[in-house]
């Protein structure tokens, strides 16, 4: 199916259509994903009326002429969506020749649980064949890229280090230039773009968590990151992509965007988004964040804890498919800390990496010794093994801090050169 000058009309009627939807949306969408996540919750107000963000998917003038008599490939997931359409099948009703679809982690409907491999399969909605970019490889192969001229990257991400769809688009670059193709990013807002925090990753703890030097929150969004990845030529054998960004409307750093679909299943919401920078820390030692509740990255907790204001909360991990198969400690009661009470926009406010959290369990699980139980995996979270000796030594935060400053002010020089909005 290629685009030809009888589908002018469609697309016309289709801009129309997406605009008139996602005005709709925009007054409908709730300041959370999930309605039932109310319990504790003190709801933000909604702030006056502000110009509607409109996201690089939307601007389908400016990229559906791209694809003119062109084999398409899209790496999205469930946030691939175009006012209350999905992006494939918008670019199916006009006419757009797609030949592959490439699923990142949780796959390209976002119902695998965090880690799974996604396997090759065929799409039951639209029949094309879906090339797993989370299993026995993270990148297209040559093969893979054979029927395809362009490949169209739209998902949404969170702007933290070791969520792996930046490392997804660095794979999905480096094989697009090695085989010639060009990617165009169809550009999304951050919600944590509004700062940037944390130590730098160092080279020796690259990996599919943490691919490039950068900061674990690192203000900028997909389609800025893309063109800095492409500038800095990190790419293997500093190879350099035929690179576009289709990019966003009506939006700034400090501008908040409340994402209308879970960006991945424990991400359930915008307050589990502001907060996953600082808990994710937890996946390496014995703690548990909440993955087999209701509420992941919503709450830290354990089975042997001594600190008295852990004992009022407590929850109990079970296995949930989909989500958390299973998740750590399972079917124990964990007493711990529920930030579920916490004022949404003061933590987004708060501009800033919490180490207090860790710092607080550290002092509080039991035994202390066996409290990193994946040293290495937290390492390569942190992207050094600094920041463990140093919640080992017991620093203060002042002093963890000022060890990551000269570095944070080489790297804002670096990615002042790639915004692309204020």
């Known amino acids: 199916m290629l685009i030809g000058n009888q589908n002018t009309c469609l697309l016309f009627l289709l801009i129309l259509m997406v605009v008139s939807c996602s005005s709709e949306i925009e007054e409908k969408v709730p300041d959370e994903f999930d309605v039932k996540d109310s319990i504790g919750v003190v709801k933000s107000q909604l702030k006056p009326a502000e110009l509607k963000t409109i996201v690089g998917a939307e601007s389908i003038s400016e990229y559906l002429p791209l694809l003119e008599n062109k084999r398409v490939a899209v790496v999205g997931n469930q946030t691939s969506i175009v006012g209350s359409s999905f992006l494939v099948d918008t670019l199916i ?14 796959g390209f409907r976002g119902n695998y649980d965090a880690g799974e491999k996604v396997k090759h399969t065929q799409d039951s909605v639209t029949g094309l064949q879906i090339f797993s970019l989370h299993g026995k490889t993270h990148k297209p192969t040559a093969k893979s890229l054979e029927n395809v001229d362009v490949i169209l990257f739209d998902i949404q991400d969170v702007g933290v280090r070791f969520y792996t769809y930046i490392s997804t688009l660095h794979y999905v670059m480096e094989a697009a230039a090695e085989n010639n193709k060009q990617v165009i990013v169809l550009d999304r807002p951050n919600p944590n773009a509004h700062y940037i925090d944390g130590p730098i990753l160092k080279k020796e703890f690259k990996s599919f968590v943490g691919m490039h030097p950068v900061p674990v929150v690192y203000g900028m969004t997909i389609g800025e990151y893309a063109n800095m990845i492409n500038g800095e030529f990190w790419l293997k054998d500093s190879l350099q992509v035929d690179l576009k960004v289709i990019k966003l409307k009506n939006w700034t750093h400090d501008k908040e965007y409340i994402l209308p679909i879970p960006p991945s299943p424990n991400l359930p919401n915008q307050l589990s988004i502001y907060l996953y920078p600082s808990l994710c820390f937890f996946e390496g030692t014995e703690v548990s ?55 949404r926009d003061s933590i987004r406010k708060n501009w800033k990496l919490e180490i207090g959290p860790i710092q607080q369990a550290k002092s509080c699980v039991q035994p202390r010794k066996t409290f990193f139980v994946r040293t290495r995996f937290f390492n390569l979270l942190a992207g050094n093994d600094e920041f463990i000796k140093q919640l080992e030594e017991k620093q203060n935060e002042a002093d963890i801090r000022k060890s990551w400053e000269s570095d944070l002010e080489k790297f804002k020089l670096i990615r002042s050169s790639y915004l692309l909005y204020k």
């Open 289 to 343: 964040i909440g993955r087999g509740t209701e509420y992941p990255f919503q709450v830290w907790g354990h089975p042997n804890t001594t600190c008295k204001e852990q004992s009022n909360f407590t929850f109990t991990p079970m296995s949930i498919p989909g989500k958390s198969k299973k998740p750590k400690h399972q079917n124990k009661i964990c007493k711990g800390i529920d930030y579920r009470g916490f004022e």
């Open 93 to 106: 009703s006009l006419g757009v020749n797609l030949t592959l679809l490439f699923s990142p982690e949780h």
